[in-house]
């Protein structure tokens, strides 16, 4: 549109411009400014409020980044299509998702960062998933949750400390 770029367009590998649905906001603004109410569209995509406290850790957490970056501005185009304008696709959205099965749940936080970390594929939080794709990545989850307890356990007993 103008060649502004945010640092959300190269997430979305898409141009920066105006939202059509909030035309009042014209500037760029800084992600941790970003304090629309979400309780509303979260539970519309099947999520829970305390898993995402702000609109712009759900923005950030919609592109895989899973801290949100104060330093980072967003146009209102990228905000609100990330933001509380976001939605869903019919199908499931798992990366290895066969067959015709349709989704009954959303895709949490937890799990998006499994998919990401298995696959290398984003699925964005609150992306529909099916029943059979949510078993393999609770699977992956607690793989990661063993991981971690493994990485802490592993420490040697007869190691002298300073």
Same mark, same amino acid.
Not at 21 to 47: M, P, R, W
Not at 66 to 83: D, E, I, M, Q, T
């Given at each position: ?28 603004? /800084? ?30 957490? #919609? &592109?895989?980044?899973? /801290?949100?970056?104060? /330093? ?40 998006? #960062?499994?998919? /990401? ?7 964005? &939080? ?6 059979? %794709?949510?078993?393999? &990545? ?12 493994? %990485? ?11």
């Amino acid at each position: 549109m103008t060649g502004r770029r945010c640092n959300f367009s190269i997430f979305c590998n898409t141009e920066c411009g105006f939202s059509p649905y909030f035309q009042e906001d014209q500037t760029d603004i /800084s992600i941790a400014n970003c304090s629309k109410n979400i309780e509303n569209h979260l539970a519309s995509v099947g999520l829970k409020s305390d898993d995402i406290p702000t609109e712009g850790h759900l923005i950030c957490f #919609r &592109v895989g980044i899973f /801290s949100a970056l104060k /330093s980072y501005a967003v146009c209102p185009l990228h905000r609100y299509a990330l933001g509380i304008c976001w939605r869903k696709k019919a199908g499931c959205s798992h990366p290895q998702h066969s067959g015709k099965a349709k989704p009954d749940r959303a895709v949490t936080l937890d799990m998006s #960062r499994a998919i /990401s970390m298995y696959d290398g594929k984003l699925v964005p &939080v609150g992306s529909g998933i099916c029943r059979k %794709c949510r078993t393999v &990545v609770y699977e992956q989850i607690s793989n990661l949750h063993e991981e971690d307890i493994d %990485c802490d356990a592993s420490e040697p007993e007869d190691v002298e400390k300073y």
